[in-house]
């Protein structure tokens, strides 16, 4: 405290939670920690890649097509490989037609027997779409056609 | 008068009518909205702290802006340095949009996932044009260099308005 300022003990409070919150700052990449020490260390690109899945596209129901369900922590989107085999239009979205969803790609009048892909972008900080906690990624089909693919994805738990 | 409990003066805390713990008339039944937000110690210390000042940030700039129908809009609050967020309420032209709040530095999140404008809009839930403030059980401190990014969801096929307003304050660096 400065001089010209009468000691409170409610400020000591506060700078109690700024302590807190500079902790947090430091090490905001990761809940992983060094097994020598013990404290936070962040995620390396070796453990990301580990943590990496891969699910199959194929869906073949107009309306809602659950890609990735609603799993806990947040689905973050690298790689996206698509093969549309009638023309209709499709639509990528998080969480379910009539409750909210949000909205992330729309490919209005998609040609028939036409691949799309989102390739990996080389950084594992920049996904092409986030997946919010407990929300499922969902493909909305105007046909009852079949589409075919593949998502490439990881799991975020916490701040891992 | 006589049939009314006798309060020990020395029980009441003078210095802060919203202490909830203090105060005798403030129980949990008469507001309970606000009741576990008041009396959290953090912003017990912010209402009685040295050096706090109010902010009050409208997002977005210009809270008219109209956000197109199915996108994400992201909003830099332009926070001062030791923002502590501890309410907002939103209003908007749009049913529903869905809103979450970030720190810019540590990513932390105010909420799981976005969620809908309706729940902390004042004009829904409150008397319309009242302002209505929904609490954080505990409020956010924004440790600088960090300031809240404010993210709209437009989830309508239209562009809409919506506004938020963040209620914090700022602490004055007393060190």
Redesign the interface.
Same mark, same amino acid.
């Given at each position: 405290?400065?001089s010209g *300022? *009468?000691a409170?003990p409610?400020?000591d409070?506060?700078?109690q939670?700024?302590d807190l919150? @500079?902790k947090?700052?430091r090490f905001?990449l990761s809940t992983l920690c060094d097994p020598a020490t013990g404290e936070p260390q962040p995620i390396t690109r070796t453990q990301i890649r580990q943590q990496l899945r891969t699910i199959q596209i194929n869906a073949a129901t107009a309306g809602d097509n659950i890609i990735i369900p609603a799993l806990a922590g947040v689905k973050l989107i690298y790689e996206l490989v698509l093969w549309n085999s009638t023309a209709q239009t499709l639509i990528w979205q998080q969480g379910f037609t009539g409750s909210?969803? *949000? %909205?992330l790609f @729309?490919l209005s009048g998609f040609p028939a027997l036409t691949g799309f892909s989102l390739g990996f972008n080389g950084s594992f900080e920049q996904p092409h779409w986030e997946i919010?906690?407990? %929300?499922a990624l969902v493909l909305v089909l105007a046909n009852p056609t079949q589409v075919d693919g593949f998502i490439r994805y990881r799991v975020q738990n916490g701040?891992a | 008068m006589l049939t009314r409990p006798w309060i020990d003066p020395r029980d009441v805390d003078w210095t802060d009518p919203l202490n909830p713990l203090r105060n005798p008339g403030w129980q949990q039944n008469n507001n309970p909205y606000v009741w576990a937000a008041l009396k959290d $110690?953090?912003l017990?210390?912010?209402r009685?702290?040295?050096?706090i000042e109010p902010r009050l940030y409208v997002c977005p700039d210009p809270n008219s802006q109209t956000i197109p129908g #199915?996108s994400?809009y992201d909003y830099e609050v332009p926070a001062e340095p #030791?923002c502590w967020l501890f309410a907002l309420n939103a209003s908007g032209s749009g049913t529903?949009f869905?809103l979450q709040i970030t720190d810019s530095?540590?990513?932390?999140k105010v909420f799981?996932? $976005?969620t $809908?404008m309706s729940l902390i809009n004042s004009n829904l839930t409150g008397t319309s044009n009242r302002g209505k403030l929904f609490f954080l059980t505990t409020p956010h401190?924004f440790?600088p260099p960090?300031y809240p990014v404010v993210r709209l969801?437009n989830?309508e096929s239209t562009a809409k308005v919506c506004a938020v307003n963040l209620f914090t304050c700022v602490?004055y660096d007393?060190?």
């Open positions: 405290m400065s *300022i *009468i409170n409610y400020n409070l506060l700078a939670r700024h919150a @500079r947090a700052v905001a909210q969803p *949000i %909205q @729309r919010d906690n407990g %929300q701040t | $110690p953090m017990q210390a912010l009685q702290g040295k050096g #199915n994400t #030791n529903d869905l530095v540590t990513g932390a799981s996932q $976005p $809908p401190l440790e960090s969801i989830t602490e007393t060190a």
